[in-house]
């Protein structure tokens, strides 16, 4: 998290702060999209089916794989990726918690 002091902050907090920051990225977004409308393990097709270089692809793969929003295993001379379904719920689950806390007044916003 650069020069963020981490221990000002739950490990909650800055664990979901990484997932958001990996998620900062379109080409991130369309590579979870193309998994989860997959809805089974991609091994090759991503280069092809987002139009980006295979070793951009990698690249962005280790970046999801990082924060653990998904998983890969070995097929043959493939990586297969698929989502971390336990990751992903629990994003799920404090995005909502977050975005729930609001009670936001409209009236009373500057």
């Known amino acids: 998290m650069g020069v963020t002091k981490t221990e000002n902050y739950t490990e909650a907090q800055v664990e979901l702060s990484k997932m958001i920051k990996v998620l900062g990225h379109p080409a991130r977004i369309a590579i979870l999209q193309s998994i989860i409308k997959a809805n089974s393990c991609i091994c090759g097709d991503l280069a092809t089916e987002i139009g980006l270089a295979q070793s951009t692809i990698s690249q962005h793969l280790k970046e999801l794989k990082s924060v653990r929003l998904i998983q890969g295993t070995i097929e043959g001379t493939s990586m297969c990726y698929c989502i971390n379904q336990e990751n992903w ?3 799920k689950n404090e995005l909502l918690v977050l975005f729930n ?8 916003c500057c």
């Open 101 to 108: 806390s609001a009670n936001i007044d409209e009236s009373a």
């Open 89 to 91: 719920h629990k994003l």
